[in-house]
């Protein structure tokens, strides 16, 4: 046999040797009890908050023009559909009142329109730049105080 053959039964006996070691398929051999290998998959963002995104300070918190620019992106981007015009809520919890399942702090709203939240909150942060979304949420936190435009009448 010449060198390029030899070579190359000799991949193939690796190859199948380390496949035979990776896909055990003798039955009774694992673990009674044992978990299955992590599965990776592609699906996009993952809705809850990110450890890497730390906490900042809203800066237009108190800017009436950005309040003005929030609620014209509360209705571009149809929040409404979900928390109801003026966010006294609908499908989408109320925005609107004192407690909030996932916090009332800035950087709390912040993540749950960028990152998303289970059971319906969809992830924003592939859609809207952080500027955008923390205009959007000194609107949400305009609700209920002087500063709100257009409140309810």
């Not at 039964?9 to 051999?29: K, Q, S």
């Not at 059971?119 to 923390?134: E, Q, V, Y």
């Amino acid at each position: 046999m010449n060198a390029r053959r030899l070579g190359r039964i000799a991949a193939a006996a690796i190859a199948c040797a380390c496949a035979g070691a990776a896909c055990d398929l003798t039955r009774g051999t694992a673990a009674p009890n044992a978990a299955p290998p992590p599965m990776v998959t592609n699906v996009g963002p993952i809705p809850g908050p990110r450890a890497d995104r730390p906490p900042r300070p809203n800066p237009y918190r108190n800017d009436k023009v950005a309040i003005g620019q929030g609620r014209q992106l509360f209705t571009r981007m149809n929040c409404a559909g979900c928390h109801g015009d003026h966010g006294g809520g609908g499908m989408g919890p109320s925005l609107r009142d004192v407690d909030w399942l996932f916090g009332a702090a800035d950087a709390q709203v912040f993540s749950s329109i960028a990152e998303g939240r289970g059971h319906g909150m969809p992830s924003w942060g592939a859609k809207m730049n952080d500027d955008d979304i923390w205009k959007l949420v000194a609107y949400i936190k305009s609700f209920r105080t002087r500063d709100e435009v257009q409140p309810p009448s």
